[in-house]
């Protein structure tokens, strides 16, 4: 029975005050007191309980009443710990107690084992005890309670769990508001809640909890503490807090430190991109095909941003297109001249995809669209000309596959009827999905992940390959690095003529700070430059 009442006297919020005294009386159900002491050092905290009950029933043999008796019993412990309560980090301890009771004429005692071990951490505490654990007349039921409380300004919230024996449990949480002088509990549970307040006046500081059990009984527990303690623990707080801001401005200065080192690595690298870029100008003013020339000035615009740069990429598209749409309406117009009219209708909706707001080539569609309309065969001409103009797109689709354009190839066949070429142009573009995804693992295994994800990404616009979603993800839960770490690899891979990875990567140190100037301009020119989506 010292064993049940003891575990009665616990509460869900253990308040370790160091170098206090705390008496509290407890009142259960009519017939049941309790009374506590408790006690703490710098180094050592116990408790003493004292109870009894009376009007227990005395029953016969065959369940007859035939009188009453009480019950009392008394108990105790103490813990050592291995370094003071308040101190920052974690404290052991262990110590003995002894459990004292008699019902009737029936008495029990028990010698038992305590420990405990108490956290105090950046912005929580922990406390873990473990009580009654021992030999005696009756073997003792051992408690376990574990309690994790974050403390911020004005309260400390977490949760607790109590197991006694191997079968009775209990968890809940608990809420603990402190406003000036007065402190506030709430603690529901499993078993019970709990609502309390304590006021503090000076020294003293006066309690007053009620617990209501589930079961239909309630609590009430009413008493003081006394502590001499609190002013050392303050001061004690004080000097931890004085050492963590020092070490913080260790940190603090550590971090300058990389900082200044990852600027003059930056202002390096921007050099040596920029070195490269100029030295791509040069290659394009040599090169002979209009296209490859454009296409390494737009990659050299990333670091070159000069106005010489932006003239020539605007000279030479201005050529490209130019050139493209006047051969486009030059073979329109010869098809119409010879009659071939559903030829004529076919090219000239190829050049309406691909310059839909251009006004010469809409100009040149509607001429082509009436004199086709004033055809007597008008509608097989249609007919015949839709025929072709799918053709054309599957030519197209084709051309862009053979030149590894798979993602333009890709949006082309996803508009296309169902069709035997259909069906061919998807097996064509799954092959080269299966090949960026073997691409994408070779740089896992090198732990590139943003190159990883640049080929995996690539690959699911290609064709939705579930492989590649499935190593998206893992790639993606990889991905820890910072913005600067990513803007560094991209400007190590331009210089090196990696632009793929350089895009790779300053895709990603965008992602991670859109805000950043240096980083989206960057991010956008060579998004411009590679075509990509």
Do not use: C
Request: aromatic letters at 12%.
């Amino acid at each position: 029975m010292g064993f049940v009442f003891w575990y009665l006297g616990n509460g869900s919020e253990y308040a370790l005050v160091p170098r206090s005294v705390s008496v509290f009386h407890r009142e259960y159900f009519v017939g049941f007191r309790q009374e506590e002491v408790s006690f703490a050092t710098d180094r050592m905290f116990g408790t003493l309980k004292g109870g009894y009950l009376t009007g227990i029933e005395r029953t016969d043999d065959y369940g007859n009443v035939v009188g009453d008796y009480d019950a009392v019993f008394i108990g105790s412990n103490v813990i050592f710990m291995n370094s003071p309560i308040t101190s920052y980090g974690w404290s052991f301890g262990v110590g003995p107690g002894v459990l004292l009771s008699k019902i009737y004429n029936y008495t029990d005692y028990a010698l038992t084992f305590n420990a405990a071990a108490v956290g105090n951490l950046n912005g929580g505490s922990v406390l873990i005890l473990l009580q009654n654990v021992g030999y005696g007349k009756v073997l003792p039921t051992p408690e376990l309670y574990v309690r994790g409380l974050s403390h911020n300004q004005n309260f400390s919230f977490g949760p607790f769990l109590r197991l006694f024996g191997d079968r009775d449990i209990d968890g809940g949480f608990i809420f603990v508001g402190n406003l000036s002088v007065l402190q506030l509990r709430v603690s529901p549970s499993l078993k019970n809640a709990l609502a309390g307040l304590s006021l503090e006046v000076g020294p003293f500081t006066f309690v007053y909890d009620y617990e209501y059990y589930w079961i239909g009984y309630s609590t009430h527990r009413i008493g003081f503490n006394v502590s001499w303690g609190k002013q050392r623990a303050l001061e004690e707080r004080i000097e931890r807090h004085e050492r963590m801001l020092a070490e913080h401005e260790r940190k603090i200065e550590s971090q300058e430190r990389e900082i200044r080192k990852l600027k003059g690595r930056i202002k390096a690298l921007e050099g040596k991109a920029r070195e490269y870029a100029r030295n791509l100008v040069k290659q394009a003013e040599e090169e002979e095909d209009p296209q490859r020339a454009l296409q390494k000035l737009e990659i050299a615009y990333a670091f070159d941003t000069t106005l010489k740069v932006q003239r020539k990429i605007l000279s030479l598209k201005e050529r490209i297109v130019a050139k493209r749409k006047s051969s486009g309406m030059r073979k329109v117009k010869i098809l119409l001249k010879n009659g071939l009219y559903s030829e004529a209708l076919a090219e000239v909706l190829m050049l309406v995809e691909e310059f839909p707001d251009d006004p010469e080539i809409m100009k040149l569609y509607r001429r082509v669209k009436r004199t086709v309309e004033a055809k007597k065969n008008s509608e097989r001409i249609l007919k015949k000309a839709e025929e072709k103009y799918a053709e054309n797109r599957v030519e197209k689709a084709k051309r862009l596959i053979e030149e590894g354009r798979y993602v333009e190839a890709a949006r082309i066949v996803s508009t296309l009827p169902p069709s035997a070429e259909k069906i061919s142009l998807q097996r064509s573009l799954k092959e080269a999905a299966v090949r960026y995804v073997e691409t994408a693992k070779g740089y896992i295994e090198r732990e590139d992940w943003a190159k990883a994800k640049y080929y995996l990404e690539k690959a699911l616009k290609v064709y939705p390959l579930t492989e590649a979603t499935a190593l998206l993800s893992y790639v993606e839960s990889k991905m820890r690095k910072s913005a600067h770490v990513h803007y560094l690899k991209a400007l190590d891979l331009y210089q090196k003529g990696d632009i793929v990875g350089a895009f790779a990567h300053i895709k990603e140190a965008y992602l991670l700070d859109p805000k950043n100037e240096r980083y989206r301009n960057v991010y956008y020119r060579l998004k411009a430059a590679l075509k990509e989506d």
